[in-house]
């Protein structure tokens, strides 16, 4: 399985961007895709998940200005950043848990895609 992310780049604080991630290859069946952060010097941090029946979670910082869907049909996620700060700048990581045919979960992660926020 391999993801592909896109849709990062450089906005201005209070502006927004919209990240796409979408998972191919030899699919049985995923549950739960989300989307993680690393900041410089910091610790990966989750940003935003998503469960394959829509339940979501969300970092605290991140609650009322970004919002995650995913399209199951297409084995894609999104996520829509409003209100973006500078303390939002980090490489975003898309992430997915795929169940393979034996039933087995497996974490993949895409290669990442930069979000720089300027003040």
């Known amino acids: 399985v391999q993801l592909q992310a896109s849709g990062g780049g450089l906005v201005q604080a209070g502006g927004f961007l919209r990240l796409s991630c979408a998972a191919s290859g030899s699919i049985i069946r995923i549950n739960d895709m989300g989307w993680y952060r690393r900041a410089a010097g910091k610790q990966r941090e989750l940003v935003a998940s998503?469960?394959?029946?829509?339940?979501?979670k969300y970092g605290d910082s991140v609650k009322g200005r970004f919002t995650i869907s995913r399209d199951n049909a297409e084995n894609s996620v999104f996520l829509q950043m409003n209100s973006l700060k500078p303390e939002d700048t980090a490489v975003y990581f898309c992430n997915a848990d795929h169940i393979n045919g034996y039933g087995r979960n497996q974490s993949y992660w895409g290669k990442g895609t930069q979000v720089t926020v300027s003040s």
């Open positions: 998503i469960s394959s029946g829509g339940s979501t």
